[in-house]
Structure formats: C-alpha cells, structure tokens
C-alpha cells in the first residue's frame, strides 16, 4: 500500500519566519502534486513535480521533488499571513492515466501577523 | 477555467436516511473522484469514474455508491447515513494524468 507522511501537522509562525513542509514515502512516485486549500473550499493545486531532483518555485515558495522520487519538500520564505492554510502533498498512483492521488495528511499552517 | 460544483454546501440528515451528494463539472473531463476528508486523515478516496457508466472502488468505499449517468455529473449516495460518515466530502474532476481541479466541498452531518 502507498503511503504519504506529511510532516508537520500543524505549524504556528510569525510572520517573516521561514518554514519548510516535508512528504515522505518508501514508495516511488511518477509525479507529486502540492495543493493548499483554505477553509470552505476546495484544494487548489500549487505545483506538479515530475522529475527527480526537480525544483520549481512560485514566488516565496520553492518546492523540490526527491532524486528518487519518493520523497519532496515545500519551503516557504519569509512567510506571510496571506499563506496561512492547509497544505497538500499528493502522490500520482500508478503511471496510467486515471490520475488517481494518495494524500498526505495535510499541513495546516497558521502565520501570524 | 474549469468550474467543479457540488450541490449543497451544509447538509444535516439522520442516521438511516439516504443521502444524495452531487457534483458538476464543465470541462468534459474523464475521471471524476469523491473522496473524504478528516482532520488529519487528509483526503481519502471512497470512488472513482473514469468513463460514463464506469466506476472503480477507492480506500474507503464501505457504505458508499456512486452513479455516473452522464459525463459532467458524479453522484455520491449514502445508502443508510452513519454518524461515522459525518465528514467533508470533497469531488474533483481530472483528465488523463492532469491534476485535479476540486468543487468546495459538502460539509455533511449524520445526526
């Protein structure tokens, strides 16, 4: 079975503080997608990484891929009260095309002004 | 952009009444998911459609079905609520291996 662990779970900073998110499997991914989510709506996907070893960034946020593909990270720099919400790793299936996901448990973050 | 829309945003029932949940999506996508999410369970998949008419069992499907008459429209049915379904249930819409594009969610309480 599959199995994402997100780490941490909750996550309570100042803003300004730096802060870094993990996902980790003993499984292989052939993709990992990062999500946030803010209460009463849905996941909005942040960043979809597919090669191993591979960093993307978006603004403050520099996301990395595992060079095995089994494991990423998500850090935020210099944080904002804006990006206080629930984080979400998830890890493609299988390489078909059903876009089937396994979650992690989420990181719900909270940056205070 | 796409738009994924779940019919109701709060839903109270009672424990052996039949609940229908429904979901929308405007992009002739292929794969449409349920899933469940608890505080920290993260979202778990209780089933997925990747055509009309089609439908495969995800981790959780005990005391769930699902109907997919039509393309744009996936249905969650509860056969006889539990207030262990008490939860937010979330559907997404996808195609091929793209990523998910989710509705806001029902939050539903089993009485």
């Known amino acids: 079975t599959q199995l994402l662990e997100q780490s941490p779970q909750f996550l309570s900073i100042q803003e300004g503080e730096n802060l870094t998110v993990y996902c980790n499997s003993s499984s292989v991914f052939s993709s990992l997608q990062w999500y946030r989510q803010e209460p009463g709506e849905g996941p909005v996907l942040l960043v979809t990484v597919v090669t191993g070893g591979e960093v993307k960034k978006l603004k403050r946020l520099t996301f990395q891929f595992g060079d095995a593909r089994k494991d990423s990270s998500l850090h935020i720099t210099a944080a904002q009260p804006g990006d206080t919400g629930l984080y979400l790793c998830?890890?493609?299936?299988?390489?078909?095309?059903?876009?089937?996901?396994?979650f992690g448990q989420g990181t719900t973050l909270q940056v205070k002004p | 952009d796409v738009k994924v829309t779940q019919s109701s945003r709060y839903l109270v029932k009672r424990t052996g009444e039949k609940v229908f949940l429904e979901c929308v999506q405007d992009m002739d996508h292929e794969n449409m998911f349920w899933y469940r999410q608890d505080p920290g369970l993260g979202l778990r998949l209780i089933y997925f459609s990747y055509d009309v008419k089609m439908k495969e069992k995800g981790d959780i499907p005990e005391g769930y079905s699902v109907s997919r008459e039509k393309k744009e429209r996936f249905s969650l049915i509860l056969e006889s609520a539990s207030t262990n379904q008490t939860s937010m249930y979330l559907c997404a819409s996808g195609q091929g291996s793209q990523p998910q594009h989710f509705g806001d969610g029902t939050r539903l309480s089993i009485l």
């Open positions: 998830a890890g493609a299936r299988d390489s078909s095309n059903t876009g089937k996901l396994i």
